[in-house]
């Protein structure tokens, strides 16, 4: 008899009570759209991590920069996990547009 073993990965939010399971073998991380944090696509974290996710709203002058809005239309600069052993930080790089001349 042979036993076929499959990881099992549980996932969830601290701030929407989301939970997933996924079943990759290599590490990897889960995103969701967070309903907690105004629609942002956000890290989930394993199931019976203690953190905290917060949004971090920009600082800094806009302009005409394409940046990323929450659902309540405020630029949100990056996410932060907190945890007993470190942080973690999702970027929300600002998009670039340009035009052509004709």
């Given amino acids: 008899m042979t036993a ?7 996932w969830s939010c601290p701030n929407c009570m989301t939970t997933d399971v996924t079943h990759e073998v290599h590490p990897h991380s ?3 759209r967070c309903r907690g944090l105004g629609g942002l696509t956000v890290p989930m974290v394993p199931d019976g991590t203690v953190c905290k996710v917060e949004a971090i709203e920009r600082a800094d002058y ?4 394409l940046v990323q809005l929450d659902a309540y239309n405020r630029p949100i ?5 907190t945890r007993d052993n ?10 670039a547009k340009g035009e052509v001349e004709r």
């Avoid at 806009?62 to 920069?65: A, D, L, P, Q, V």
């Fill in 86 to 95: 470190g942080q973690d930080c999702t970027v929300y790089a600002p998009t």
């Fill in 30 to 32: 889960r995103m969701h």
């Fill in 4 to 10: 076929i073993l499959q990881a099992e990965h549980r």
């Fill in 62 to 65: 806009i302009g005409k920069e």
């Fill in 77 to 81: 600069m990056s996410v932060v996990t």
